[in-house]
């Protein structure tokens, strides 16, 4: 069963339910002439939720273990989706690591915490039902801004040190292996402002974003 509305402005939706009762019926096809310019350039129409539970999207915070990711509760979710149905969303995902990273004594990543994946796999399957195309950011400037603290994931050893820097890479691989073709993800982006990373030098940035370049 496809749905098809086609409205006065020449857009159009198709939405096809798995099951006619379902509440929400996923939107397959979303066709909008207009995001074509004059010069017959393609333009994303979109939103940036940079600050949606900032830090603590995916695993389980550093400071107490909680878990407020995007799997805790599947109708916030859902509800905040919905508003975006068939945009693009460029949502912050590990942020400066206040959550989801599991480090040694000596400040070595270890590993994610529990519930990074279940969180991503929630994101993406809400994406889906929904025809949300996902711009995920991986990381934010506040990882080496100078600004430490328990709720503030002051780390910028890990794009100095490259013993860190590789262990991360190493550790993000199967992430990216699992996730990073998803066909709801319209691209990724490594950084949000780089620039104001200021406690890293441009060469390490480099070396640091072009670790996850290759790696995507």
């Not at 506040?142 to 550790?171: C, F, M, W, Y």
Request: charged share 20%; hydrophobic share 40%.
């Amino acid at each position: 069963l496809n749905v098809k509305k086609d409205h006065p402005n020449g857009n159009g939706e198709t939405c096809t339910p798995a099951n006619p009762s379902d509440p929400v019926w996923p939107l397959v096809e979303k066709i909008e002439p207009n995001k074509i310019d004059a010069a017959g350039d393609y333009f994303i129409k979109g939103v940036n939720l940079p600050w949606v539970n900032y830090g603590y999207s995916l695993g389980l915070s550093a400071k107490d273990g909680s878990h407020l990711g995007f799997s805790r509760s599947l109708t916030q979710l859902y509800d905040k989706m919905d508003k975006r149905k068939g945009d693009v969303v460029r949502i912050f995902l590990f942020t400066d690591f206040r959550a989801g990273m599991q480090f040694d004594a000596s400040g070595m990543p270890i590993g994610f915490t529990d519930k990074v994946y279940e969180d991503m796999q929630a994101l993406l399957d809400s994406a889906r039902a929904l025809g949300v195309k996902l711009i995920p950011v991986l990381f934010d400037f506040t990882i080496a801004d100078g600004q430490s603290g328990v709720d503030l994931g002051e780390h910028p050893d890990l794009i100095s040190d490259p013993a860190k820097r590789q262990a991360l890479v190493n550790i993000f691989s199967n992430f990216i292996t699992t996730f990073g073709n998803d066909p709801s993800i319209y691209a990724w982006d490594l950084m949000n402002e780089p620039e104001v990373a200021s406690t890293a030098s441009i060469t390490n940035l480099k070396t640091f974003l072009g670790a996850f370049r290759d790696l995507i």
